[in-house]
Protein backbone atom coordinates (compact mmCIF):
# COMPACT_ATOMS: atom_id res chain seq x y z
CA UNK A 1 0.00 0.00 0.00
CA UNK A 2 1.27 3.50 -0.46
CA UNK A 3 3.00 5.22 1.89
CA UNK A 4 0.54 8.10 1.49
CA UNK A 5 -1.76 5.71 3.64
CA UNK A 6 0.55 3.58 5.49
CA UNK A 7 2.16 6.98 7.22
CA UNK A 8 0.32 9.99 6.41
CA UNK A 9 0.13 11.44 2.79
CA UNK A 10 3.73 12.43 1.26
CA UNK A 11 2.93 16.36 1.07
CA UNK A 12 5.95 17.24 -0.62
CA UNK A 13 6.05 14.07 -2.71
CA UNK A 14 2.56 15.05 -4.57
CA UNK A 15 4.95 18.52 -5.28
CA UNK A 16 7.58 16.43 -6.49
CA UNK A 17 4.96 14.03 -8.29
CA UNK A 18 3.63 17.00 -10.02
CA UNK A 19 6.73 18.83 -11.61
CA UNK A 20 7.93 15.02 -13.16
CA UNK A 21 4.50 15.21 -14.69
CA UNK A 22 5.39 18.48 -15.77
CA UNK A 23 8.84 17.31 -17.03
CA UNK A 24 7.82 14.94 -18.82
CA UNK A 25 5.73 16.92 -20.61
CA UNK A 26 8.64 19.29 -21.81
CA UNK A 27 10.64 15.89 -22.92
CA UNK A 28 8.24 14.56 -25.13
CA UNK A 29 7.79 18.22 -26.73
CA UNK A 30 11.70 18.63 -27.39
CA UNK A 31 11.23 15.10 -28.18
CA UNK A 32 8.04 16.22 -31.05
CA UNK A 33 10.86 19.43 -31.89
CA UNK A 34 13.60 16.57 -32.42
CA UNK A 35 13.65 16.89 -36.04
CA UNK A 36 12.87 19.35 -38.50
CA UNK A 37 9.38 18.27 -39.04
CA UNK A 38 7.31 18.23 -36.30
CA UNK A 39 6.40 14.77 -34.67
CA UNK A 40 2.80 14.65 -34.75
CA UNK A 41 2.22 11.70 -32.88
CA UNK A 42 4.31 12.69 -30.40
CA UNK A 43 2.80 16.13 -29.84
CA UNK A 44 -0.77 13.94 -29.00
CA UNK A 45 0.45 12.31 -26.19
CA UNK A 46 0.85 15.52 -24.58
CA UNK A 47 -2.85 15.56 -24.09
CA UNK A 48 -2.55 12.20 -21.89
CA UNK A 49 0.16 14.10 -19.92
CA UNK A 50 -1.99 17.20 -18.86
CA UNK A 51 -4.95 14.85 -18.33
CA UNK A 52 -2.36 13.20 -16.15
CA UNK A 53 -1.80 16.41 -14.58
CA UNK A 54 -5.55 16.76 -13.95
CA UNK A 55 -5.89 13.67 -11.71
CA UNK A 56 -3.03 14.69 -9.78
CA UNK A 57 -4.30 17.75 -9.11
CA UNK A 58 -7.87 16.02 -7.72
CA UNK A 59 -6.09 13.20 -5.69
CA UNK A 60 -3.90 16.21 -4.24
CA UNK A 61 -6.93 17.93 -3.38
CA UNK A 62 -9.06 14.83 -1.88
CA UNK A 63 -5.82 14.22 0.75
CA UNK A 64 -5.16 17.82 1.48
CA UNK A 65 -9.01 18.41 2.20
CA UNK A 66 -8.80 15.12 4.39
CA UNK A 67 -5.58 15.89 6.37
CA UNK A 68 -5.68 16.97 9.91
CA UNK A 69 -2.42 18.17 9.92
CA UNK A 70 -0.60 19.96 7.66
CA UNK A 71 3.41 20.87 7.05
CA UNK A 72 2.43 23.83 5.59
CA UNK A 73 -0.57 25.99 5.24
CA UNK A 74 -3.55 24.44 3.10
CA UNK A 75 -4.11 27.65 1.01
CA UNK A 76 -0.22 27.69 0.18
CA UNK A 77 0.11 24.14 -1.00
CA UNK A 78 -3.20 24.18 -3.22
CA UNK A 79 -1.43 27.00 -4.92
CA UNK A 80 1.08 25.67 -5.41
CA UNK A 81 -0.23 22.34 -7.11
CA UNK A 82 -2.05 24.26 -8.95
CA UNK A 83 0.63 26.47 -10.17
CA UNK A 84 2.58 23.23 -11.08
CA UNK A 85 -0.69 21.89 -13.13
CA UNK A 86 -0.62 25.86 -14.63
CA UNK A 87 3.09 24.65 -16.14
CA UNK A 88 1.87 21.39 -17.41
CA UNK A 89 -1.03 23.09 -18.94
CA UNK A 90 1.03 25.42 -20.81
CA UNK A 91 3.47 22.87 -22.68
CA UNK A 92 -0.05 21.46 -23.82
CA UNK A 93 -1.10 24.77 -25.01
CA UNK A 94 2.22 24.35 -27.17
CA UNK A 95 0.71 21.26 -28.98
CA UNK A 96 -2.79 23.01 -29.62
CA UNK A 97 -1.00 25.67 -31.25
CA UNK A 98 1.23 23.31 -33.69
CA UNK A 99 -2.48 21.83 -34.28
CA UNK A 100 -4.56 24.35 -35.02
CA UNK A 101 -2.40 26.08 -36.39
CA UNK A 102 -1.15 23.50 -39.07
CA UNK A 103 2.48 23.94 -38.11
CA UNK A 104 4.56 21.03 -39.99
CA UNK A 105 7.94 22.46 -38.85
CA UNK A 106 10.16 23.93 -36.29
CA UNK A 107 12.32 26.74 -36.97
CA UNK A 108 15.75 28.15 -34.76
CA UNK A 109 13.38 29.92 -32.48
CA UNK A 110 11.12 27.43 -31.61
CA UNK A 111 14.44 25.20 -31.09
CA UNK A 112 15.49 27.63 -28.45
CA UNK A 113 12.55 27.95 -26.33
CA UNK A 114 12.36 24.18 -26.20
CA UNK A 115 16.18 24.27 -24.54
CA UNK A 116 15.05 26.63 -22.30
CA UNK A 117 11.54 25.16 -21.21
CA UNK A 118 13.35 21.60 -20.72
CA UNK A 119 16.41 23.57 -18.63
CA UNK A 120 13.80 25.11 -16.17
CA UNK A 121 11.81 22.60 -15.79
CA UNK A 122 15.40 20.21 -15.47
CA UNK A 123 16.00 22.84 -12.62
CA UNK A 124 12.58 22.58 -10.79
CA UNK A 125 12.84 18.99 -10.51
CA UNK A 126 15.90 19.65 -8.48
CA UNK A 127 14.14 22.13 -6.78
CA UNK A 128 10.89 20.28 -5.73
CA UNK A 129 13.17 17.61 -4.90
CA UNK A 130 14.97 19.53 -2.13
CA UNK A 131 11.79 21.49 -1.59
CA UNK A 132 11.09 19.43 1.92
CA UNK A 133 14.08 20.19 3.51
CA UNK A 134 13.90 23.89 2.62
CA UNK A 135 14.16 25.05 6.53
CA UNK A 136 17.78 23.47 6.55
CA UNK A 137 18.93 24.87 2.54
CA UNK A 138 16.73 27.56 1.55
CA UNK A 139 19.99 28.98 0.34
CA UNK A 140 19.98 26.23 -2.24
CA UNK A 141 16.30 26.36 -3.04
CA UNK A 142 17.03 29.85 -3.63
CA UNK A 143 19.85 29.44 -6.30
CA UNK A 144 17.58 27.19 -7.69
CA UNK A 145 15.03 30.22 -8.22
CA UNK A 146 17.66 32.34 -9.67
CA UNK A 147 18.68 30.56 -12.14
CA UNK A 148 15.03 30.03 -13.27
CA UNK A 149 14.39 33.41 -13.20
CA UNK A 150 17.85 33.61 -15.29
CA UNK A 151 16.37 31.28 -18.05
CA UNK A 152 12.87 33.29 -18.48
CA UNK A 153 14.81 36.27 -19.03
CA UNK A 154 16.53 34.28 -21.46
CA UNK A 155 13.06 33.60 -22.84
CA UNK A 156 12.07 37.67 -22.92
CA UNK A 157 14.87 38.37 -25.05
CA UNK A 158 14.58 35.38 -27.27
CA UNK A 159 10.85 36.34 -27.41
CA UNK A 160 10.89 40.14 -28.29
CA UNK A 161 13.80 39.58 -31.16
CA UNK A 162 11.82 36.65 -32.61
CA UNK A 163 8.74 39.37 -33.21
CA UNK A 164 10.73 41.77 -33.56
CA UNK A 165 12.54 39.76 -37.43
CA UNK A 166 8.67 38.41 -37.43
CA UNK A 167 7.90 42.09 -38.05
CA UNK A 168 10.76 43.27 -39.85
CA UNK A 169 9.37 45.24 -43.01
CA UNK A 170 12.25 43.12 -44.87
CA UNK A 171 10.79 39.89 -43.51
CA UNK A 172 9.35 38.06 -47.12
CA UNK A 173 7.62 35.34 -44.75
CA UNK A 174 3.64 35.44 -46.06
CA UNK A 175 1.76 36.58 -43.47
CA UNK A 176 -0.05 33.45 -42.27
CA UNK A 177 3.02 32.12 -41.06
CA UNK A 178 3.60 34.98 -39.70
CA UNK A 179 0.08 34.76 -37.83
CA UNK A 180 1.46 31.40 -37.31
CA UNK A 181 4.87 32.13 -35.53
CA UNK A 182 3.80 34.61 -33.60
CA UNK A 183 0.56 32.74 -31.70
CA UNK A 184 3.58 30.27 -31.08
CA UNK A 185 6.13 31.94 -29.95
CA UNK A 186 3.51 33.78 -27.35
CA UNK A 187 2.94 30.48 -25.68
CA UNK A 188 6.23 29.53 -25.82
CA UNK A 189 7.08 32.67 -23.74
CA UNK A 190 4.02 32.06 -21.59
CA UNK A 191 5.36 28.76 -20.32
CA UNK A 192 8.43 30.08 -19.33
CA UNK A 193 6.60 32.43 -17.51
CA UNK A 194 4.76 29.51 -15.46
CA UNK A 195 8.10 27.88 -15.05
CA UNK A 196 9.13 31.28 -13.21
CA UNK A 197 5.63 31.28 -11.13
CA UNK A 198 6.68 27.95 -9.91
CA UNK A 199 9.69 29.23 -8.64
CA UNK A 200 8.61 31.97 -7.12
CA UNK A 201 5.30 30.47 -5.32
CA UNK A 202 8.22 28.38 -3.46
CA UNK A 203 10.06 31.39 -2.85
CA UNK A 204 7.22 32.97 -1.07
CA UNK A 205 6.47 29.49 1.05
CA UNK A 206 9.72 29.68 2.58
CA UNK A 207 9.36 33.17 3.55
CA UNK A 208 6.15 32.69 5.05
CA UNK A 209 7.07 29.62 6.95
CA UNK A 210 10.47 30.40 8.12
Same mark, same amino acid.
Given at each position: ??????????????? &? =?? *? #????? +???? $?????????????????????????????????????????????????????????????????????????????????? &? =?? *? #????? +???? $???????????????????????????????????????????????????????????????????????????????????????
Amino acid at each position: MSNFFSKGPDYFGLF &E =KG *I #QIANK +AATI $LQAAFADSRINVEKIKQLKEIEHEGDQHVHKCAELIADAFITPIERPDMMNLIATIEALTDSIDDIANQVYMMHIAEKDEVT &E =KF *I #QLIVQ +ACKE $LCQMMSIFKHFKKAPNKIHEISIRVNHIEEEGDTLFTDAMRALFDPANKMETIEIVRRQNLYNVFENCLDCCEDVADIVGQIIISNT
